[in-house]
Each structure stands twice: as C-alpha cells, then as structure tokens.
Nanobody, 124 residues
C-alpha cells in the first residue's frame, strides 16, 4: 500500500499549484481521502477531504481557494490550490482510509494511509 505525492514547489503569492497523489495497493474509490499540511513548528492540520460518499469539506484556510478531487480510473487524488499565500507554505500530505469508519473529516487519526509529503513554498 502506497501513496505517492507530487506537484509541490516554489510559487509566488497569488499563484497556483496542483498537487497529485497516486495510490497503489488499494482502491482509492473505496476510500475516504484527505489532504493535510504541516508548517515548521506547527501541528499537522487538515486542509480538505472527500468522504466515501463524495461529500467534500475544507478548512477555513482552504475554503474558496482549494479544490480536492480524485480520478478513480487513475487511482489518483488531487488538490488544486489557487490564490496561494505565504501562510500556505508547508509540507502537504495526502491521506486515505479504507476502514469504512462512521465519520470522516479533517482529523489525522481518521486516515490510515499516508503519503510522504511534498513541499509547497509560497514567496511574498
């Protein structure tokens, strides 16, 4: 079982990035998926998620600027980030869970598979 994140990089404030996360060893369509981030000296925080039923949720910081999606045929999930701000600088992690828990949201404990993280740096 593996999640491979990519797409991070250095971008100016106001710019956009699209993060990808390819899953292998399990079927993403049967899983809840999420994106998290961790800035230096801060705790990991949930950014966005999609439940198995297709319900999406966003943190206040991502709402209106970030869009989570998945391509089931490619077994890949995405995070489209627009209007990036310096405070969005962090390592971004993709996550998935196939345990069919009762509820899914933006808490790290709700996910049992994690990608390795990809660095996003937004310059002012």
């Amino acid at each position: 079982v593996q999640l491979q994140a990519s797409g991070g990089g250095l971008v100016q404030a106001g710019g956009s990035l699209r993060l990808s996360c390819a899953a292998s060893g399990f079927i993403l369509d049967y899983s809840a998926i999420g994106w998290f981030r961790q800035a230096p000296g801060k705790e990991r925080e949930g950014v966005s998620c999609i439940t198995r039923g297709g319900i999406t949720d966003y943190s206040d910081s991502g709402k209106g600027r970030f869009t989570i999606s998945r391509d089931n045929s490619a077994n890949t999930m995405y995070l489209e980030m627009n209007s990036l701000k310096p405070e969005d600088t962090a390592v971004y992690y993709c996550a998935a869970d196939d345990r069919n828990l009762l509820n899914y949201g933006l808490e790290a404990y709700e996910y049992n598979y994690w990608g390795q993280g990809t660095q996003v740096t937004v310059s002012s």
